[in-house]
């Protein structure tokens, strides 16, 4: 089953909705947001979340270590003292995380735990999941083959990289404008795989370049060279922008949108991501139907409202739906099809 990172989130809110404690592995490629979107569920359902790196641990590392203790009667036995990162209460996830990166061993040890929620004298409490997640062969990650009966024991979700899930992540953490700009002119560069070499573009990489860049540096360590050039070269279409701060404020009337279509996207997302208020939003909106066609103002209105839905700020876009009627249709229209 193959999915994007918010149809993912979906399906596993679901799961804890619906208190399904049934194991589930997670497959797809490195940076795709595979931890991160069983984070942000454990977070919104406000549930603990204990994150293992099972490819870093040995066997008595899960199973904990024998300690000897004296039955009083001059003679004693071995009991099994459990790691302290296994939790003992509450609620929560249990993400078993490169799982298939884990020696047979290994894996051989976390089937105990998967399937009979025990391992040793441990006992996994009720109200914890269990979840896990890896890599696939054609990843050309570091992988050993899962054996069947513990590939049996779970659920197979897919997960692969998706631009319009990302955006939305995007604008929720801040990502720099450029970034968001970047990919929404060139989203065949959200990930490329290129094993050969140590960096490359993936969601994952995308953020730490986001990082990079606020900070003046160059982001070529982050997505490697070739989409490191290309990213510099799209940030000096900026300088041919108008003034988007001027826009925002409702004095564009003088301003021309340049017609080279990356500066456009530049000056679209960047309205968007800037837009701080329905006010905003709709000076940005006038400003553009004036200066650009149809496919312009849509992919506007699609970045905005994906940014407000992704930082709680729905009430923004309420007020934006009397305003204009051509903002209306096209503001529920792109509601209706997220919602969808």
Not at 192 to 211: F, G
């Amino acid at each position: 089953m193959s999915l994007t990172p918010h149809e993912l989130e979906t399906y596993l809110s679901a799961l804890v909705r619906g208190q399904l404690k049934i194991a589930t592995m997670i497959w797809g490629p490195p940076g795709v947001g595979k931890s991160s979107v069983v984070a942000q569920i454990a977070a919104a359902h406000g549930l603990d979340f204990v994150d293992v790196r099972l490819s870093q641990l040995a066997p008595t590392d899960l199973r904990g270590l024998p300690v000897p203790e004296a039955d009083g009667q001059g003679s004693g036995v071995s009991k099994w003292y459990p790691p302290e990162f296994l939790p003992r209460t509450g609620q929560g996830i249990l993400f078993l995380d490169e799982v298939n990166m884990a020696p047979p061993t290994m894996q051989g040890m976390a089937q105990q735990l998967i399937l009979d929620r025990k391992v040793g004298s441990y006992e996994l409490p009720d109200g914890w999941f269990v979840w896990a997640a890896g890599n696939r062969k054609e990843d050309r990650a570091s992988v050993f083959d899962m054996p069947a009966p513990l590939a049996n024991r779970f659920l197979h979700l897919t997960v692969r990289a998706d631009f319009d899930s990302w955006r939305s992540y995007a604008l929720g953490r801040g990502l720099h404008e450029h970034v968001i700009a970047f990919l929404t002119f060139r989203p065949e560069l959200l990930h490329r795989l290129d094993p050969a070499q140590p960096a490359w573009p993936s969601p994952r990489a995308w953020e730490m370049a986001s990082h990079l860049h606020r900070a003046g540096l160059d982001v070529s360590p982050a997505i490697g060279e070739a989409a490191g050039a290309e990213f510099s070269a799209f940030v000096r279409l900026f300088e041919q922008l108008p003034d988007l701060g001027e826009v925002l404020s409702g004095g564009g009337a003088g301003l021309k949108l340049p017609d080279e279509p990356s500066v456009r996207y530049a000056a679209v997302v960047g309205l968007a991501a800037r837009a701080a208020s329905a006010d905003e939003a709709y000076h940005a909106f006038q400003w553009l139907g004036s200066a650009a066609g149809p496919e312009w103002l849509q992919l506007y209105v699609a970045t905005l409202v994906s940014k407000f839905q992704a930082i709680g700020q729905l009430g923004e876009l309420a007020g934006l739906l009397g305003r204009d009627p051509r903002l209306a249709e096209l503001v529920q229209g792109t509601l209706a099809l997220t919602e969808g």
